[in-house]
């Protein structure tokens, strides 16, 4: 199943049709429809999608004007629009076998379009009106194999979805993890360095407590020797003042201080 069957071509407007249109009216109508057929079996496809439109324009309930409308427009690949032109023609026609055509035709547009589930729909109508045709059975089989594809796809999409966004959250908390362990290590770091700082002045402090008890008792410092030889002076002084006055004499040094 590698393609899909376009069954049916443009229908060719009968001359009779407009016979209570008035003349003038019908010959025109009918010369855009037959001209547009014409432009159609020669590959001209936009060309006929205009004597298709103002044949239209001219008679909003030409059922011919419809069809012919969507068949240029499936051929111009606008689908959407298409499809439109379809369900415009079902409006202006009771024929069963008719309306298969046309529901064999919205089928074919709505499986180019991709939409698979509508399409397998239109092909049930088709069937429907029409249980024996076998170009729209091969249709509708390849539009079923083509929606059981389609979920598929969309559920490994999905899942390949489920996955990425797994790796992502799983990515995302490893490089949590990351950076809480590099500011646990950065904490560490400076918690050590806190804590050398604290033990070298604790073995600054014990150092200096050290030499302070390792000092000798009796060792004095340099101010309180120059008040003591201060005060020896002085007592010198006044000793040799009291002998003179006791004796009118001076009594000599022994040391100089």
Known sequence: MNRIKFKYGAIILSAGLFASAGIVNAQSTRSLINGGVDLYKEGKFADSETNFTRAVGK???LFEGHFNLGDALYKMGKYDKAIDSYKNALGFTEDPYTKAKIFHN???SLLKSQQYQDAVEAYKSA???NPDDPETKYNLSYALEKMKQDKQQ???????KNDKNKDDKNKDQNKQD??????NKDQNKDQNKQNQNQNQNQNNQNQNDKQQQQQPKNQISKSEAERILAALRNKESQLQKKLRQQKGRVIPKEKDW
């Open 154 to 160: 969309n559920k490994q999409n999905q899942k390949n």
């Open 59 to 61: 008679d909003q309930e």
């Open 178 to 183: 990351q950076q809480n362990k590099d500011q």
């Open 106 to 108: 919205i089928g074919n």
């Open 127 to 129: 069937l429907k009106l």
